[in-house]
Nanobody, 124 residues
């Protein structure tokens, strides 16, 4: 059973940076697709970024060029470095991973393991 725990959220001002961490236990994240999602009040959940087992990455257009996803295989961690943060980045950020075998879905879809989320607030 995979467990995911996010950390690193907080309140920062526009233009500042934060790094979110996702700690995995129970399974090796390096073998899985792991993604960061976010959900703001009243809005649908959005996939922000994903890193696949072979290392390829993708990013939502809304954050492209500002956020970077990375993985630390030795410590079973995935990170989201968020730079030049904007008020519209305010949301609860979730780490998710797919451990079930559903190859008919693209690698970063059909996530079956979720963390509880960490709040990110961007305000002056």
């Amino acid at each position: 059973q995979l467990q995911l725990v996010e950390s690193g959220g907080g309140l920062v001002q526009p233009g500042e940076s934060l790094r979110l961490s996702c700690a995995g236990s129970g399974l090796t994240l390096a073998y899985l697709s792991v993604a960061w999602f976010r959900q703001a009040p009243g809005k649908e959940r959005e996939r922000v970024s994903c890193i696949r087992g072979e290392g390829s990455e993708d990013y939502a257009d809304s954050i492209k060029g500002r956020f970077i996803i990375s993985r630390d295989d030795a410590n079973n961690m995935v990170y989201l470095q968020m730079n030049d943060l904007k008020p519209e980045d305010t949301a609860v950020y979730y780490c998710a991973a797919r451990s079930r075998h559903t190859p008919w879905y693209p690698p970063c879809d059909d996530m079956d393991n979720w963390g509880k989320g960490t709040q990110v607030t961007i305000a002056s």
